[in-house]
T-cell receptor
């Protein structure tokens, strides 16, 4: 299984600002994913990030709000732009391991005031 | 799209009790995983089980793919088992995980 780290682990941000979340994997992986978990809710996929191509966004998520970079096979960033209190969530990155199994990072707990 | 339903939504157990959590899905799947989310928010992989039965200590899981359901068994529950249990499926070659709504488990000492 892959070892995944995320930075920051938590943050409190003001409305209107942006936060960039980093995801680092200890091995090269083709597919990385970004999920959002709003308070008390399940996880929802934001986008799929493959190295060397533009991220693919799910319905309801747009690149202007959640720009993603994937510069190499071990790293990705998700930016939450122009934040509002509704963006307060846990943001998690995941990677695909052998076959279809996925592994998750520890998450970034974001509070927007 | 595929629907993933989990039951029960909430469960309270006394330490030492056994429980069964259920996951129903609406279409055939390539992958099914069970996760435990601890109180700190971290998702811990429990089982990767698109079909068949697996056991890991006090936990076991069974997926009957032809009938589109999976069961997670927790035996001799401990307070550290508390948290939210999610099942998630991949339906196609996109590898995207679709999560159920979760079962919130509280184990009391």
């Amino acid at each position: 299984s892959a070892v995944i780290s995320q930075k920051p682990s938590r943050d409190i941000c003001q409305r209107g600002t942006s936060l960039t979340i980093q995801c680092q994997v200890d091995s090269q992986v083709t597919m990385m994913f970004w999920y959002r978990q709003q308070p008390g809710q399940s996880l929802t996929l934001i986008a799929t990030a493959n190295q060397g191509s533009e991220a693919t966004y799910e319905s309801g998520f747009v690149i202007d709000k959640f720009p993603i970079s994937r510069p190499n096979l071990t790293f990705s960033t998700l930016t939450v732009s122009n934040m509002s209190p509704e963006d307060s969530s846990i943001y998690l990155c995941s990677v695909r391991g052998v076959s279809y199994e996925q592994y998750f990072g520890p998450g970034t707990r974001l509070t927007v005031t | 799209g595929i629907q993933v339903e989990q039951s029960p939504p909430d469960l309270i157990l006394q330490e030492g009790a056994n429980s069964t959590l259920r996951c129903n899905f609406s279409d055939s799947v390539n992958n099914l995983q069970w996760f435990h989310q601890n109180p700190w928010g971290q998702l811990i992989n429990l089982f990767y089980i698109p079909s068949g039965t697996k056991q890991n200590g006090r936990l076991s899981a069974t997926t009957v793919a032809t009938e589109r359901y999976s069961l997670l068994y927790i035996s001799s529950s401990q307070t550290t088992d508390s948290g939210v249990y999610f099942c998630a499926v991949v339906m196609d070659s996109s590898y995207k995980l679709i999560f159920g709504s979760g079962t919130r488990l509280l184990v009391r000492p």
